[in-house]
């Protein structure tokens, strides 16, 4: 089974940048997709980005142009690039692979 740990969260002033980090352990992931959700305060989870095994990538209208998914097979590690961030991007960032969520990383954004 694979267990996820997310990093990379912080706060942030509005316009500024973070970069999150998925990294798993405990199986391989070079085959699955690697996704990324977020769930701010009183909302349901929401799909933010995902990048498939052959680097293929989804963005959510939302983040589209703001912020970039990609893949590090051999560290077994996905990365969410966000720049621009702005207050409505502050929530609790989590990474889905083969099923299994990570603890998430909280982003706050605000001046």
């Known amino acids: 089974q694979v267990q996820l740990v997310e990093s990379g969260g912080g706060l942030v002033q509005p316009g500024g940048s973070l970069r999150l980090s998925c990294t798993a352990s405990?199986?391989?992931?070079?085959?699955?997709?690697m996704v990324w959700y977020r769930q701010a305060p009183g909302k349901q989870r929401e799909l933010v980005a995902t990048?498939?095994?052959?680097?293929?990538?989804f963005y959510s209208n939302s983040v589209k142009g703001r912020f970039t998914i990609s893949r590090d097979n051999a560290q077994k590690t996905s990365y969410l690039q966000m720049n621009t961030l702005q207050s409505e991007d502050t929530a609790v960032y989590y990474c889905?692979?083969?099923?299994?969520w990570g603890q998430g990383t909280q982003v706050t954004v605000s001046s």
């Open positions: 990048i498939g095994p052959t680097g293929g990538t």
């Open positions: 889905l692979v083969l099923g299994q």
């Open positions: 405990g199986a391989s992931v070079t085959n699955a997709a």
